[in-house]
């Protein structure tokens, strides 16, 4: 009976909803078909370059979103103009805070990104209508908050190595969310980026590359294309549990 609910519900969902990458593993999860029409009706698709802003520190909050591909990088500036990567967020990751007016960091495309846009008022009326969404949106914070604190860990106690081998263990388990985990990946960010993130220096960053490299915990092809042939290896060299 399940089985056939979940099959007559997916048959009156949208076309385009059905054919989603983000429709099931993301907050449309939690919608019903005519949530879903609806949501239709007022979405629109952006391909976002690479660099480019989604939404900056500072600016009115009109919309939502949900990332189909790619990673979007978070930033948040200080008044003096000194500026920190704060997290990444990848497919299907839903970007932005429902009831927020005003946002509160910098999210900007670190690859070449695919978005899935909605309008603030008509996600935040759903939020009070449809409990499970609020209840995905719910679950999608506790998951963040999570994170965070595990990278305080990551930041405040691993050493340089353990710190890398962390940042590309959170990029193999995040960057193909069909497969769960991927043993090969371009890196989305460049080397002064990762460390910005690790708050290390770029020759530190490259010095633990090369020798993530010469233990045979990782394989760098072109510089930014990194294979992995041992994924426990590379958690164990991250210092993970």
């Known amino acids: 009976m399940d089985v056939l609910k979940r099959t007559t519900g997916e048959c009156e969902a949208p076309m385009v909803c059905r054919a989603c990458e983000a429709r099931h593993g993301g907050v449309c999860a939690a919608l019903s078909a005519t949530q879903l029409f609806e949501l239709n009706k007022h979405s629109n698709r952006r391909k976002i370059a690479a660099g480019e802003e989604v939404i900056g520190q500072g ?46 960091i910098t999210a900007e495309a670190a690859t070449d990104t695919e978005i899935c846009t909605f309008p603030r008022p008509l996600i935040d009326r759903m939020v009070g209508e449809a409990p499970d969404l609020e209840r995905k949106l719910h679950i999608q914070s506790l998951k963040e908050l999570d994170e965070a604190r595990d990278w305080m860990l990551t930041l405040g106690r691993k050493t340089a190595q353990e710190k890398v081998a962390s940042f590309l263990h959170l990029i193999a388990t995040h960057i193909d969310p069909d497969k769960g985990s991927a043993t090969t990946f371009d890196l989305p960010l460049s080397r002064a980026d990762i460390a910005d993130f690790l708050g290390l220096t770029i020759e530190t960053v490259s010095r633990q590359m090369t020798k993530l490299r010469k233990d045979g915990v990782i394989v760098i092809e072109n510089n930014r294309h990194v294979v992995v042939p041992d994924l426990n290896r590379l958690r164990y060299a991250a210092g993970n549990d």
């Open 59 to 104: 600016e009115r909050v009109s919309s939502y979103s949900n990332i189909l591909n790619g990673v979007v990088k978070l930033s948040k500036m200080m008044a003096d103009g000194r500026q920190q990567i704060v997290g990444l967020q990848f497919a299907p990751d839903f970007l932005g805070r429902p009831f927020l007016g005003e946002s509160t």
